[in-house]
C-alpha cells in the first residue's frame, strides 16, 4: 500500500527528467507535439529520449478531438515509409538476395511512425498512451481509410508486446483493489454489473473471476471471465446472476460455468486473448478444485433474431418469432419447438465464408468447444428476448476434444454439436 | 515468500496442459522439434498453441552444441522468407502503392521464424529461452555468417520487447533474493566480487547498487550499475571496493559515483540500457539524496596500454609505459607526467570513424559525459597494471549539459572535457 | 492475487490438522465447547492445541446470542481464579517475598481464562474470535456485573497485543482492496460515506486516508482518518466532503485538516490508538509534503447542544439556541455572538471530572492539541444542526507544542486555547 | 525492493518525531537512560511515548557490557512492584473478594517494568531490542539471581506476544533475502553449514526449509527445521547434506526427513516453537506432496557417549564404548551390536524426573513423536564420534498416532518405540 510514496516519487523522477534535460536550448520539450516527435525518432531523442517521450505523452493527452485526428493525419503523412526507397531497396534485392539487402528492404518498408512509437512507450504510461492511441484512431477510421496505415503500424507493435507470454493471469475477488473492481463494473459487456453489490455477489466463493494483465499497465485488465461453480451445466442466466443468489460451497460443485467473458481495452482490438484465457482458467481450475469435471459456457446468442427475421421470409415459425416473441405469453409455449430448431440451424449451419454467422459461435467453435445444448428462456432479460427470444446456448469444452475439434473447424469448416443439438436438426 | 508454491502451481498447471492437448494424435508434442516447429506456427498453434510452445521450450533445453547448431540451421533453412514472394509483392507494390499491398510486402519480408518466435514466447520461461537462443547462436555466428538472418531476426523482436518502457529499475541490497545476488557476483565484469561477504560490502548503506529488470524475466537482472556515496570525486577504486572499508554515512555523502557498470545478458547484446540506467538512477538518486549534487564515474581505461604499445613506435614516453611500467618501482613517479599527458591524448584524440577508440569513453561520452580527471594510481589491480598503466577516469554527468554535450559529440564528434584534461595535453 | 489460493492451501492445512489430531479417541474434536475449552488448557492442548483451537473457534463462530451469554457466564464461572489459592499464596508472599513467591501469586491472581485466550489465539482467525468474542461481551455487560472479570481478562490481553509497536500504518487508496474499502463506508462514525462514489471522492488526490492495521487482522482496519489538504484552516464541512467537490493539487496545500477519525473494531473498547495515528499522519504528511505546515482537525463538538440546554435554565441565550436553533431562519445570526461564546465556554470551561465535558475535545486536548477556532455554520447537516447549532472546532496540532500542552492538561488541567478562542470568553 | 525507500522514510518519520517531541524543554530526549524510562512510564510518555522509546532503544543500543548490567539492576531496583502495595492489596481481597479488589492485586504483583518494556516496544526495533535485552540478560544471569525478576517479566512478556498465532511459517529457499539467508549460516545448530553453496544445496528442489517469523522481526527466523525428500527413511545424515549430493527429484520421494531444527533468538529461550513447526510442516508438506506419507526426524543423540562413561562403570561394553570408540577402527564393527543395546536402553529407559535424559529425545517424545530405528554409523562426523558413537536415532511423527503417544508420555511417561528398538533391549 506504499505505492501511492511510490508513485509520487516515479512521477517527480519524470519531472526532474524533463526539467533536468529540457533546460537548454530555444526548443522547450513543451514545444509543438510534430516537432517533438521529429525530435524523438532523431538524434536529440538519443539523448533525451524519456523526457521527450514524456512530453509526446502528455501533449497527445491535452488534445481534443480535432486535435487528435490532425495528429493521426501528421503521422499518415510524414511518419510513413519512403516510397521510392522501398523500390529502390527491392531493386537491390532482386539483384543479390544477400541479407544486407533484405534487411534494408525490410527497414524500408518499416514506417519511421514505428520507431516513433516504441520510443513513446519509453515514457511512463507509453503503453498506456499507445492503447489509447488506437482506441481514438479507430473510432476515426470508418470514414478515413488514409489512417488505415497507422493503425495497422500500432496494431503491429500492440501485438506483438501484448504476446500471451508477457500476460499476468489473475484472480479476481473481493480483495483486489478498487481500482481493478471499478473497471469490471465498466467493461462488462454481456450481463452488466448494477453497481458494486452486484459486482459482490460475482465474487463470492461460489463465482471465480480471471483476467490478464499486462505489466506496464497494472490497473487494467484486458479481459476478464466470470465463472459460475454449479452442479450440472446450467441453463439459465438470471439465476447465476442474481444478487440474493444463496452462496454454494464450491466444494459442491461439479462443473464451471463461463457465462461471461469480457473484452476492456478498445484500444487492442483484433488481438485476440479469449481462447488463450478460458483454456489457463480450465488449468487453473482443474488445479484448485479436482473434483470439477466439466467446462462450459452459459452464452448469449447475439444474432438469432436478425437471422430469423431475415429467414422469416421463406419460413413461418421464424417470421412468427421474429415478430412477436414475447417469453410471458401463453404463445411462447407454442413456439419452443420450431425455435429450438431454428436455433439449431442457425448455429449448425448459417455461416458466413465457411464460418457461422454468429460471432460467439465462431469464437468458442474456433477455440475447439462444441455446441451442447440450447436452452429455453435461458435469458429472459429485456436483451435475451431482443436478441435471441430467450435462447442460449452452452458451449462445451472438454480438454480431450479440443485440438481435434479445432482442427475439424479450421481445416474442414466442421462444428462439433452433442448429438442432443445435432437431433434437433431433425425435428 | 510463497513463490515455491505458486511456482509448483504454475509448474503443474502447465504440465496439464501438455497433457489435456497433446494426448490426442499421433503426433505426441514430445516429438521432433522441427515438427513441433512447423506444428506451432501452423494451424495446430492456433488450438494448441501454449502446450506446442511449452514443448519446444523444453525440447531446446536438452539440446547439445552440436544439436542447437543444426536448430540454427533448421531455422536459417526452412523458416526463412520466400524470395519469389517477396518480389511478386514488389512488383504489385511497384504498380499500385497501396497500404494492402505495402502491408503484403512487409509480410513477405519478415521470416517465419519471427512468428515462430513469437509464438515460443508463449510458454512459460519462454522469453528466457529466446534469449538463451540468441546467445548460444551468438556463439556460433563468428563462423557461420549463414547464421546472421535468424540473428537478425532474434535480435528484432527483443530489442522490441525490451523496450525501456517495460523495464523496472530496482535497487539491490542485503535484502534481495539470493536467486538475484549470485548473479551479480557472477556478471560483475568490471571489479570482480570475490564471493558473498565482498558482496555484502558493496551493498552497504554507502553504497547503492541499482539494476533493470524485464517482467517475463524476473530473477535475471539486465544490467546492473554499483554506485558508492562519497565527498568529493573518488580517484582511486581500491579503496571503494575493499571488503573492510569503513561505512561512511550517506547523508554526508555529496558525490555519486559510478563505479562499475555490467550487463547481464549476453543474448540481448547490442539491445543497450547503459544510458537509461545511469539517467535514471542518477534521477533516483537526486530524489533520495537532494545533498548529492556530482555525478560522476570511476571508470577503466582498457584500451590504454595496448595504444600505448602501438604509440610506442614514435613515442619513447609510450614505448616505455607500455614496456615496463610497475606501480611498485620508483621509476613510475617519473613516468606520472608523460602517462597522464598520453592518457589525455588517447582519451580525446585516439579516434576510430570519428568516435574515441576506448569503448568506455565511446560509452560514456555517447551519453553526453564529459572527461573530468584522469587519475595516477587509480586502479593498481593486476588488471589495472596490465590494462591502462593503473590509470583511471572520471566521467561527469551535469544533467543540464547531457543533452549539448550529445549532440555535439553525435553530429560533430566533438568530445567534452574539462579543462584540466585539456590542459594536459599541452605538456 | 494469490491470496485466494494461498487461503484455500492455510485452509485446507488446518483441516488436515484437525483430522489428523483428532481421529483417535472417543471425544471427537467437533465436541461440546465447554469440554473443549477445559482440554485446551489441558494436557490435549500440550500435543493438539491448534487443532482444539480451531475448534473452539468454529464452535464459537456458530453459537446464537443464547449460547454466548451461557458461554461468557462459563467462562465467568469455571475460567477464574482460585481465591483460596490467592489467599494463600499472599500469605506466603507476606512471609517471605522471594521472586519465587510473588510469582505464584502473581500466577494465582491470573484467571486461567486468560491462557484459555492464549490458546484460542493459536488457531486461524484465533485474533478476530477474541475481538469478536470481546465485542459480544460488550454488549452483554451492561446488565451483567458478573461477566465484567471475563471482560477484564480480554481487555488485558488484547491491550498488549495491539500494543502500537505491533500496528502498521497504511495508506488507504482508491488502489486499496475492496475488502478494506467496504469497511470505511460501514465504520466512519463522523460523515457517514454514502456509497463507492461517495468514498472514491474521500481518497482522491486532495485527500488523505491512513488507518493502522494489525497483523493478525489484515483486512480489518483499527482505526482510520480522513484528512482534507486544503489552503488555510478549512471551516466547514460539507465543502470537504462534496462528492462533486473539485480535486485541488495538493502540492498547492498548506494545510491538512483531520476531518474525520473513526474507530472500526468495538472489541478492542479502551484500547487508544488516535493519538498515536494522528501524530504519525502528522509525521508522514511532513515527509511526504514539506510544505504543509499547519495540522488541524475540523471537528464535531457533539455534546453542545445538549449542554446548552442544561444552560438554558440559567442563561436566556442558551435556552434560546438550544431551543430553536435553525441555521435557514434569519433568526440565526442574530444567535451568533451569543453561540460562539457559549460554545468557547463549553470548551474551555465545562468540565467533569477535571476535564472537559465534550469527549471529542477531551481526546484532542488529552493529545496536546489547542481549541484553535471555532466556526459558525461549520456543520449544516441535521447532525450539525441537531448536536452542536452547526458549531465546529478546529483542534490546532502544533507539533512543537504537543509535549507542553498535554502535561500542562494533564497535570493541572489546563486547557491549551488561541487568544481569538480566549477572548470570545470575555465578549 | 522499494524497502530501501521505505525504511528510509520511515526513519526520518522517527527522527521527525524525536525532533518534535524533545526540542522544548530542560530535559532533552538524550538525556540519562533511567530518567528516560521513569519519564516513559510516566505522564510525558502519554504525550510522547514514541519518540521517548526510540530514545530509550537507541541509549541500550550504545550501552557496553558494564553498563548494561547497571541497567538491569537498575530496572531490579526501580522498576519492580511494591511489596508493602501487595500486601495491602492482599488484604483488601481477603476481606472482600470482589473484582476490583482483584484487579487491584493482579495490578499491584505486576511489576512497573512490564508497563515500560510495552511502552518501549512501542519504538521502531522496539521489539528487537527487548529480546536482545533478554539475551544480553541470560548472559548474565547465571552469577546474579537478582536479575531473575527481570528476567521473569520479559519472559511473561514475550511468551504473549509471540503467541503461535501471531507467527507466518514461510517456505525458505533460494529465493529468499539474503539478510534472511546468512541467519540460517549463522544459527544452524546441528549440522553446521559452511557458507553459501553449503547453505544453497540444502535450498534445492529435493529440500525444504521452512521458518517462524514474527512480523515485528522480519528479517529474523525465530526458528528453522531442514527437510529432506528421500525414498525411505535416512539412516545417515552425511549423505543428505553433502555438497555434492545429487539432486533428486522431489516428485519421486516418499518420505521427508527432518534432519535440523535450530532455534534462533536467544532471547526467547523458553518460549517453544518446535512443536508447532513440525506439525505446520507435515500439514503443509501433506498438501504439497500428496506422495509423501512418512515423516521422520534423522536426530543427535547428544548425551549418549556422556551417559556410557557413566555406565562404564558397571557395564564393560559401555566402558569400552565411551573410551575408545573410533568408526574407522576395525574394533568398531565389534562394537555395533552392544552399542545398539546401550542406546536403545539410553533412550528407552535413561531418565531424569520421569523423562529421558536425553534432550533431542525430550522434546520428540514430549511432541508425540516415537522412536523409530537407531542408526549405526548415521553421523561419522567428528561431533558424532564425540557425542553419540556414530549413532543417529529416527523419531517417528505418525499425525494419527501424536496424541495418543503425547497423552501417555505426559501422563505416565511412556515412551512410544517401534518394536525393532524394543527388540534391541532384549539383546
Redesign the interface.
Known amino acids: 500500500?506504499?505505492?501511492?510514496?511510490?508513485n509520487?516519487?516515479i512521477g517527480?523522477?519524470?519531472d526532474?527528467?524533463r526539467e533536468?534535460?529540457a533546460?537548454?536550448?530555444g526548443r522547450p520539450i513543451g514545444g509543438d507535439l510534430a516537432t517533438l516527435c521529429h525530435d524523438l525518432i532523431g538524434?536529440?531523442g538519443?539523448?533525451?529520449?524519456?523526457a521527450l517521450a514524456r512530453a509526446v505523452v502528455e501533449r497527445y493527452a491535452a488534445l481534443g478531438p480535432a486535435e487528435r485526428l490532425a495528429f493521426f493525419e501528421l503521422l499518415a503523412a510524414q511518419f510513413g515509409?519512403d516510397?521510392a526507397a522501398?523500390?529502390l531497396a527491392?531493386d537491390a534485392?532482386?539483384r543479390d538476395?544477400a541479407?544486407a539487402n533484405?534487411?534494408k528492404?525490410?527497414a524500408a518498408?518499416?514506417a519511421p511512425r514505428q520507431e516513433l512509437f516504441?520510443r513513446v512507450?519509453?515514457?511512463p504510461d507509453?503503453?498506456a498512451t499507445l492503447v489509447a492511441m488506437r482506441e481514438h484512431l479507430l473510432d476515426l477510421l470508418r470514414d478515413r481509410p488514409q489512417l488505415?496505415?497507422v493503425d495497422?503500424d500500432l496494431h503491429h507493435?500492440l501485438a506483438?508486446?501484448f504476446?500471451?507470454?508477457?500476460l499476468r493471469l489473475?484472480?479476481?475477488?473481493?480483495?483486489?483493489?478498487?481500482?481493478v473492481?471499478e473497471k469490471l463494473i465498466a467493461y462488462e459487456a454481456v450481463h452488466a454489473i448494477e453497481?458494486?453489490e452486484d459486482l459482490?455477489r460475482r465474487l463470492q466463493d461460489d463465482r471465480r473471476c480471471f483476467a490478464f494483465f499486462h505489466?506496464?499497465l497494472p490497473?487494467e485488465p484486458l479481459i476478464f471471465v466470470e465463472v459460475a461453480l454449479t452442479r450440472g451445466i446450467a441453463a439459465a442466466v438470471q439465476p447465476l446472476i442474481a444478487r440474493d443468489a444463496p452462496v454454494a460451497d464450491p466444494a459442491g460443485a461439479d462443473t464451471a460455468i463461463f457465462y461471461s467473458i469480457s473484452n476492456c481495452q478498445k484500444g487492442l482490438r483484433g488481438i485476440s486473448f479469449g481462447n488463450?484465457l478460458i483454456?489457463?482458467v480450465v488449468?487453473?481450475l482443474?488445479?484448485?478444485l479436482p473434483q470439477v469435471e466439466t467446462f462450459s459456457t452459459l452464452s448469449p446468442i447475439p444474432g438469432l433474431r436478425a437471422w430469423l427475421k431475415k429467414e422469416g421470409r421463406a419460413d413461418g415459425d421464424a417470421a412468427a418469432a421474429s415478430e412477436r416473441f414475447d417469453p410471458a405469453s401463453p404463445d411462447a409455449t407454442v413456439m419452443k419447438a420450431p425455435l429450438m430448431r431454428l436455433c439449431a440451424r442457425y448455429l449448425l449451419q448459417a455461416k458466413k465464408d465457411g464460418k457461422p454467422v454468429d460471432p460467439v459461435a465462431r469464437f468458442h467453435l474456433?477455440?475447439?468447444a462444441r455446441v451442447e445444448r440450447i436452452n429455453w428462456l435461458g435469458d429472459v432479460s429485456a436483451k435475451g428476448v431482443r436478441e435471441s427470444c430467450c435462447l442460449m446456448v452452452n458451449y462445451l469444452y472438454r480438454?480431450?476434444?479440443?485440438?481435434?475439434n479445432?482442427?475439424a473447424y479450421?481445416?474442414e469448416g466442421r462444428i462439433a454439436a452433442s448429438s442432443a443439438v445435432r437431433g434437433l436438426l431433425k425435428e
Request: glycine share 8%; proline share 3%.
Open positions: 500500500m506504499a505505492t501511492g510514496w511510490l509520487r516519487i517527480s523522477i519524470a526532474q527528467g533536468l534535460f533546460s537548454r536550448s538524434e536529440r538519443e539523448a533525451s529520449g524519456t515509409p516510397q522501398i523500390l527491392a534485392y532482386r538476395a541479407l533484405l534487411l528492404l525490410a518498408t518499416e516504441r512507450n519509453m515514457a507509453g503503453t488505415e496505415s495497422a507493435l506483438s508486446w504476446n500471451r507470454g508477457f489473475e484472480r479476481i475477488d473481493w480483495r483486489t483493489s478498487a481500482a473492481l453497481g458494486w459482490r505489466p506496464a490497473d488463450f483454456k489457463q488449468a487453473d482443474q488445479q484448485e474456433g477455440n475447439g480438454p480431450e476434444d479440443i485440438e481435434r479445432h482442427e479450421a481445416n
